[in-house]
């Protein structure tokens, strides 16, 4: 009897909202690994806000998905065959096909992690494409020192809830977050954020205002729309916003109408700028030494979010988007 | 008899578009000058875009013009009596009170300038603030690099036509400015511009998109509105706009809605900065130097609109936001 592998299609592209019939479950035969590459069973996969974009047939960074194959994305996973040199079976490690339960992976672009070290999902989060983009975009993008204050939207998410704590790490002298529930603003306030909001509370403007009455100098934008709106208010001189996601509005139909007050970036000499986590490798080593030590002594939370089985992800990405997690979205597949 | 001084007040502050009801015309006494002070006698002042803002009573970056009081501004003229060490009567000083005939002037805020060097009206515009802002927001600002492609809105105003020089000058391979007149769009072509457009003739973004069409990696932005707008899509991956004025929307008593596309600024990795040429005085030196070997030998082309006479510096001033200027709109006292 052959083996069955189970694999998340994409049956169609959403217009606005996905929903679940834009995705399909199919299986296959489990697939035999050629010369230089590893059959791996993922055991975890990530879903990110990012993948809402790959759905559109439009250029982008990254290209779309395309309709009627898996999609793909980080997971991780043990070696079950080996055919590539430096791997053998039992390894766990670390790629880019999610969204399967058997994924053939090249050598090239697996990266072997060691369980004993980090719980084996941390790769696929705090110290991983998750944690550097919260790293590189707080610390290289905008620049922050010491003493400055900070606010971040979608704090509570796995983005979000590393900028707040390595922003206290790294010396700044006040971090506000946004969220969008009573019990995730419950939750920044236990990992050491100074204030906290639920943006369904009033204004984004008023919250902000009440929460940094002095202003901010950092924005970690990961959700565009009222969110930036309001930090380019709040921001003081020479503040920079570093752009990393506008979730807000990935499933508007319509352009989005803000940020109404732009041209405030002239008077106070503001710098916004967008930025991918690819462009950053070369930070990876410094982030992975810093955010190791914080995760071993304890200075790093972090929270997981897990949804049980392959055929879940599309709940698990549709519950993403509808900000159901607190920290990382996960599938166990 | 007393010698009668005559300036421009704000006479109420503008809801809008001004007029010339905003102003007035008041005869005062010519002042007399105590310890450390000049009885300047003004020849020709500016009429700056960001003057508007300052008739609103907001904060901003320079405190409001006051209402019953004169309007103050970039001005050169002649020095009448001088109570200060270092100058004497006949010499040329750029100061900062203008829109009035005879200014007292604290010696410490005016600036001896040598007429044989330049014509003096250019210590207002190529040799002064104007060409600073240009020069510093091109190539500090936005960091443009040679090969790249540059673009500029209202070009032919006395920054814009600046920024497209230099950027040649500098080494772009190709420098594209709109305007808003097809007499402008030929006077660009003859300042050196590869292409440029009058963007009455269509959208914005389809006129840059047959201008550029690989895109733009600098966009110098005087204008806002469409124009950022269109600048943003048309920019390539890492470019930079550089954010000096958004004269399209300082009269607006609603704020404006665009640009609908700036989440555009993420997978392009692009970099959106405000800047006020007062960050930017160290390079003053290196600029005068430079600009100064560009005039001499011609490299650099500049246009001046001259109105006749201070009780025509408010029409100046009106005209200068509807762009009816060549270049730099100057009054002659």
Redesign the interface.
């Known amino acids: 009897m052959t083996a069955v592998n189970r694999e998340i299609h994409l049956a169609s592209r959403p217009q606005g909202w996905p929903s679940a019939e834009n995705f399909r479950l199919v299986e296959t035969e489990v697939p035999k690994p050629g010369p230089g590459q590893l059959l791996v069973r993922n055991r975890y996969m990530s879903v990110d806000p990012y993948m809402r974009?790959r759905m559109n047939d439009v250029k982008?960074?990254v290209p779309p998905f395309q309709l009627d194959a898996p999609l793909d994305g980080g997971a991780v996973g043990e070696v079950v065959t080996s055919e590539a040199e430096g791997f053998a079976a039992g390894d766990w490690v670390l790629h880019g096909l999610g969204w399967r339960e058997y994924a053939l992976v090249d050598a090239g672009s697996a990266r072997t992690v060691d369980p004993d070290l980090a719980p084996v999902t941390t790769y696929l989060h705090v110290l991983g494409m998750t944690g550097l983009t919260a790293y590189a975009g707080l610390l290289e993008v905008a620049g922050m020192k010491p003493g400055e204050t900070v606010f971040v939207s979608a704090a509570a998410g796995a983005v979000g809830s590393l900028v707040g704590q390595i922003a206290k790490l790294k010396g700044a002298s006040r971090v506000i977050g946004s969220a969008g529930s009573a019990a995730k603003v419950e939750r920044l306030r236990a990992l050491g954020f100074d204030a906290a909001f639920d943006y369904h509370d009033g204004p984004v403007r008023q919250s902000l205002k009440a929460a940094a009455p002095e202003g901010i100098d950092v924005y970690f934008d990961n959700v565009?729309g009222d969110h930036?709106e309001a930090a380019i208010s709040a921001l003081r001189l020479h503040g920079r916003a570093a752009?990393?996601?506008?979730i807000a509005?990935y499933n508007d139909t319509e352009?989005?109408?803000?940020?109404?007050?732009?041209?405030?970036?002239?008077?106070?000499?503001?710098?916004?700028?967008?930025?991918?986590v690819g462009?950053h490798g070369a930070l990876r080593g410094q982030f992975v030494r810093e955010m190791s030590g914080w995760l071993r002594d304890g200075s790093i939370g972090y929270d997981e979010t897990v949804v049980d089985g392959i055929e879940h992800a599309p709940e698990a990405f549709l519950g993403l988007l509808r900000g159901e997690n607190l920290g990382k979205m996960l599938v166990r597949v």
Chains 1, 2 share one sequence.
């Open positions: 974009g982008s960074y565009g930036l752009i990393c996601g506008m509005q352009p989005p109408a803000a940020p109404r007050n732009l041209a405030l970036v002239i008077g106070k000499r503001l710098t916004l700028r967008g930025f991918l462009d």
